[in-house]
């Protein structure tokens, strides 16, 4: 399959836009980003979720202090709090013509690595993309520490499209993808057009970095096998030219990274597999039945919740007769779990205090077990 026929049947692209390729002599490239919203928004256009991770804040932020590059924290903290305004701006825009809204997310580390803030911020996505508007992420380099921070987007967008079940991750920067050597260093070297086994691959990466962003192709890569084992395709592209979305779609060049199953199946591979359950429902026959079924786990169907669990954890799920049904991510902590078991979702506000999610465990963040 073509890189543009994998564009177009993907459902939901994380593109990641690197600060070489958005950041010119003058500040923001207002022209570039004009060409890829028109790109993005024939993407909408056709039914498609995008959601971009950008670079550049930190590049913005420096032009307008008058700071030079520093290796000091507090340097580079105050240059992204300056810049993050100007890179939304830049973006806002760009996407002003197609009447598309914008809208910031700044996450840190532990936004993506810890479950409840994972579901939080996955629901906040879901809310800005069912709302018509075009999510654009970066790392919160204002607050983030060395020592607990992605260091670069191209990680920070993996986990994204791992967040969200995308189908495709592109890695726009200034690289055509994966070549056999450094390309500049030597002229030979020869483009890989398809990775289907990253290990083979990765010495071929080197270490080199741009001068504008902090990302190199071992980033790319790195980035790439998260999205793989998510079951998220990967595309490392050059976006130097205008309009390259359209470009890869017309058959530019670029390194495709296969992916391992897709996403929903990697997602629910995870929850059986990996997550230890933090706690147990037990369930009355209707509901195990409506399991079984496809549904969602309702609170009105749970006799009993087992064990102390923080809101996000997997939970197991047990049948009237104690055996283990189900795995499933949970949408409340277990003091809450306790409230509304076998209660509707009408006095979910009396009891809680504030209305939340109708399911407990939502049939999208639950996997039936073999018996």
Same mark, same amino acid.
């Given at each position: 399959m073509s890189h543009g026929a994998r564009i177009a049947s993907a459902r939901r692209l994380v593109v990641?836009?690197?600060?070489? !390729? @958005?950041i010119g002599d003058e500040g923001a490239r207002a022209s570039w980003l004009a060409s890829l919203a028109d790109d993005i928004a024939a993407l909408r256009e056709a039914g498609a979720a995008v959601i971009i991770v950008s670079s550049g804040a930190v590049a913005l932020g420096r032009r307008h202090l008058g700071l030079k590059p520093s290796p000091r924290l507090d340097h580079k903290q105050a240059a992204a709090a300056a810049g993050q305004t100007l890179l939304m701006q830049a973006w806002e825009a760009?996407?002003?013509?197609?009447?598309?809204?914008?809208?910031?997310? !700044? @996450?840190?580390?532990?936004?993506?690595e810890r479950r409840r803030r994972w579901l939080n911020a996955r629901a906040t996505i879901d809310v800005l993309l069912g709302q018509s508007a075009l999510p654009v992420i970066n790392e919160n380099d204002s607050v983030a520490t060395d020592e607990l921070r992605y260091?670069?987007?191209?990680?920070?967008?993996?986990?994204?499209?791992?967040?969200?079940?995308?189908?495709?991750?592109?890695l726009l920067s200034d690289v055509d993808g994966l070549h056999t050597a450094d390309p500049v260093k030597s002229p030979d070297a020869a483009h890989v057009a398809t990775v289907e086994d990253i290990d083979a691959v990765e010495a071929m990466a080197g270490d080199a970095v741009s001068g504008v962003g902090s990302g190199g192709m071992r980033s790319k890569l790195a980035a790439a096998r998260i999205a793989s084992g998510a079951g998220c395709e990967t595309l490392i592209a050059s976006g130097r030219e205008d309009h390259p979305l359209a470009a890869l779609q017309a058959g530019a060049r670029a390194t495709l990274v296969t992916a391992r199953g897709s996403p929903a199946g990697a997602y629910k591979q995870w929850i059986a597999g990996t997550l230890q359950p933090a706690g147990a429902l037990t369930v009355d026959a209707g509901a195990a039945k409506a399991l079984a079924g496809g549904k969602s786990l309702l609170p009105a169907g749970v006799t009993d919740v087992a064990g102390e669990f923080e809101r996000g954890v997997c939970l197991a799920v047990r049948g009237p007769d104690g055996a283990e049904l189900a795995r499933g991510i949970s949408a409340y902590n277990s003091d809450e779990a306790r409230a509304i078991a076998g209660q509707?979702?009408?006095?979910?506000?009396?009891?809680?205090?504030?209305?939340?999610?109708?399911?407990?465990?939502?049939?999208?963040?639950l996997v039936m077990l073999a018996r």
């Open positions: 990641k836009v690197g600060s070489s !390729l @958005l760009a996407f002003a013509p197609h009447a598309i809204p914008t809208a910031q997310l !700044l @996450l840190t580390f532990e936004d993506t260091g670069d987007n191209d990680r920070l967008s993996a986990r994204v499209a791992q967040m969200v079940k995308a189908d495709m991750l592109v509707a979702s009408a006095r979910f506000e009396a009891l809680l205090g504030y209305s939340g999610p109708d399911a407990l465990i939502h049939r999208d963040d």
